[in-house]
DNA sequence: ATTTTAACAGACTGACCAGTCGGTTAAAGA
DNA sequence: TCTTTAACCGACTGGTCAGTCTGTTAAAAT
């Protein structure tokens, strides 16, 4: 049982922090205590109380587009892309539930150059979404009636909104949800045609995992 | 042009500054100096900044609960029940967008006695919707694959994301996304002899508001 | 007209907290 | 073995900020 590196127990324990009371509410001086260290040591691994915040946004986005550039290039059909980057997202919340958490409620308090940088990642994000909704419609897959923007921000409020309240100990596994979540964006999106099209790929698809029930 | 009461004066300035900076990065010097008082001004009209953070969330939880309620028993059926919730949430951005903003950003910054009493209106709502989503299925007119909870939560996520990248300048004005979120809710939960059924209706609706395009 | 009270004004304070700095320890290089 | 440097330690500081307190003004009450 070997002892996990300083800077690993700060960004563990500060995360925890965090997630629970938010960063203006947590100080220095806690997180070293409750992690094992000291201010030295904080400040040895870090610049400031803003790069540690940093750090914590960067390794959640980082992973999440990569997920989401994966799933593009595995499928070749905008409406398996999607499933699987809804998928993916959502699945993703077992491992990373507090980094989103800390994402989505304290970018704010990112100083200005992190900010940007964060930034930048998170449109690439938007961006995809936007393209593979884009050529889910050209295509004919997805209904026209929805428009891109607005259509992928749904998707992105319906997904991420899920830091809010989802807890290990509920009643659905991540799985289930990730899988209801795909059930109702398919639906929503998918042309009657493309829907009864592709049905047998959904089932393929889920059958891989555990099904719901 | 009346002066507006001190009072008023102070939430609203303080709503722009938490919305844009977050509470706890807006200092009631601040607050006051903007708003035009002074610090005796202010703590004759709060016992505390908590309570002005306080104020903001009920008058917001206040004016959704109400719609929620009223789109309730205007209605009799859950189809029309549900897009008139969903359509009465999102229309409520045009007015309180900076509300949902500190509601949803803030709101663990409440004390204990404050936070519970926003927590029980809170839960509600979440029952009214989940009441809603229950009755639909029971009915016939939702999709029984989706469970209760999670779409509700999906509805909600969905709805309340907007505060995060809505913009009065923004190319979609809040009824068309109002109507294009319905539009998502309804094919995403409706059965599809439901939404045959009902395709009439939305029309009807929709079309005492401006239509999209 | 006089008293009372509500509605402010603004200087001040005490607690809190991010970041510093002069140390110490121990591992790695030479 | 001696030196260097990375990794830490923790007392201290300087700035910030919520809330207080002693007033002042003017409206309402009697």
Known sequence: MKKKPTKERIID???????????HAVTVDRIVKESGTSK???YHNFKSKDELLYTVHDSFITYILDKAEDAYNRYDTPAERLYETVKSFVMMF??????????????LYLSKEYFDNIKRKRNRYKQMMFRLVEEGIAC??????????????????????TYKWYKETGEYSIKEI???YTDIVMNAVLTKEASMKTEYVRFFL???QDSIV
């Open 40 to 42: 030295g040591g904080f």
């Open 140 to 161: 004919g897959e997805f209904r026209k009636e929805i428009p891109v923007q607005i259509t992928s921000m749904a998707i992105f409020g319906m997904t991420n909104w």
């Open 178 to 180: 990730a899988n209801i």
């Open 13 to 23: 324990t500060a995360l925890l922090l965090f997630e629970e009371y938010g960063f």
């Open 94 to 107: 077992e491992l990373y539930r507090p980094h989103v958490t800390v994402f989505y409620q304290e970018s």
């Open 206 to 208: 889920s059958s891989n």
